[in-house]
């Protein structure tokens, strides 16, 4: 079955630490997306990164960096020096095309407070 | 353009009355969602649309009603709604076969 997991409810740090969101997923795919959204209190979902199964290579995208690895199904999320403006709901997301379209199965979500 | 627009952001309405949550996007997106999220939990999919055509109906009960009378525009007609209906309703859109939904703020949703 198609499943998220993401362990950590909340998390609550002081501004300018280094915070990890853990994702570990479940597929029968050989071929996958995943994804990593923010949602701030406004609502809105805000797309962060897609990674494909293929593709392994860890990214950095200014304070944000993904750690993607299929041997143990995770796509760990790192922001560096955190920011009270990252405080969000950091949802982990998976894609599952078995109905030919591309329907998100999310994880649990993680809430996220910085403090100043 | 890379906006998805849901109007209203906000609605409260009585469990007798019957309302409409629109949803615009005009980037050329061919498939349309509606996902419903309730308080924290993970958003989950109701509808997908793809070409104007109804592909997917994950069980949702039939007091929920989509629309999709174009290419940029996806209503969600709404009537009889319970208390339990409450939530953010959240539309998305993507290129066909494509794999990045972008999202709408959403309307919360609030059934008295």
């Known amino acids: 079955a198609q499943k998220v997991t993401q362990a950590q409810t909340e998390i609550s740090v002081v501004e300018k630490e280094d915070v990890t969101l853990d994702c570990v997923y479940e597929t029968r795919d050989t071929t996958y997306y995943l994804f990593w959204y923010k949602q701030p209190p406004s609502g809105e979902l805000v797309f962060l990164i897609r990674?494909?199964?293929?593709?392994?290579q860890n990214e950095i995208s200014g304070r944000y960096s993904w750690n993607f690895q299929k041997s143990t199904s995770s796509f760990n999320f790192t922001i560096t020096a955190s920011q009270v403006v990252d405080s969000a709901v950091y949802f982990c997301?998976?894609?599952?095309?078995?109905?030919?379209?591309?329907?998100?199965?999310f994880g649990a979500g993680t809430r996220l407070a910085v403090h100043p | 353009d890379t906006e998805v627009t849901q109007t209203p952001k906000h609605l409260v309405m009585g469990m007798t009355n019957k309302k409409s949550l629109k949803c615009e996007q005009h980037?050329?997106?061919?498939?349309m969602y509606w996902y419903k999220q309730k308080a924290k939990k993970p958003p989950e999919l109701m509808f997908v649309?793809?070409?104007?055509?109804?592909?997917i109906n994950e069980s949702v009960p039939s007091r929920f009603s989509p629309e999709c009378p174009n290419s940029s525009l996806l209503n969600l007609h709404l009537h009889a709604l319970q208390p339990e209906d409450s939530a953010l309703y959240l539309c998305a859109s993507t290129e066909e076969g494509g794999t990045e939904a972008f999202f709408g703020q959403g309307t919360r949703l609030t059934v008295v």
């Open positions: 980037m050329g997106h061919r498939a």
């Open positions: 990674r494909n199964s293929f593709d392994e």
């Open positions: 649309y793809s070409y104007e055509k109804l592909s």
């Open positions: 997301a998976l894609s599952d095309f078995s109905g030919g379209y591309n329907k998100l199965i």
